[in-house]
């Protein structure tokens, strides 16, 4: 039995909007990370960069907090380039899979699928396909979007920490 063309297409749809959904959200998270991290540096300025003017370590801590968002987001991106993967995998799998078949029409479920072009014998995962959220934390255009200013708060708590 043959699924007309329209379904498949709206199927394919969905999924798609999905993955436009996971690389805005990703977008935003890289939006609202730099934003965060702008605002504290702006606002606290001075007591960042006030190291051996006034007692205490109040630039070091500053510095540190700075820390939590930036490692935080690049959690976050990461999972959301993650499930972006996983829908892709999907949308492979029901590009494949779906001219035969009505079994999981319109299910955006990630779990294991049959792959009925071998007759169903192996099973795909697709979550394995994409990647573990660490594995794609540390891909190359992550590692270099949030190392830098990883390196950058890590060399202003230095600053803080060796002149004071």
């Known amino acids: 039995m043959s699924i007309e063309t329209a379904i498949i297409h709206k199927e394919l749809d969905l999924i ?9 959200n990703s977008f935003q998270v890289k939006t609202w990370m730099m934003g965060i991290v702008t605002a504290i540096l702006a606002f606290k300025n001075d007591e960042i960069f006030s190291a051996g003017k006034t007692p205490g370590h109040h630039g070091l801590w500053i510095s540190l907090v700075l820390l939590l968002p930036i490692i935080c987001f690049w959690y976050l991106d990461a999972f959301y380039l993650q499930t972006e993967k996983i829908y892709r995998e999907l949308y ?17 479920n990630t779990f294991k699928r049959k792959n009925y072009q071998t007759n169903g014998e192996p099973v795909e995962d697709l979550k394995a396909k994409a990647g573990s959220v660490w594995k794609v934390m540390f891909s190359v255009t992550l590692r270099t979007f949030y190392l830098i200013p990883l390196i950058f708060v890590l060399a202003l708590a230095a600053y803080n920490l060796i002149l004071k």
Do not use: F
């Open 92 to 108: 492979k799998w029901v590009v494949v899979n779906r001219p035969d078949k009505t079994e999981l029409l319109y299910d955006l």
């Open 16 to 24: 798609q909007d999905v993955v436009k959904r996971q690389a805005t």
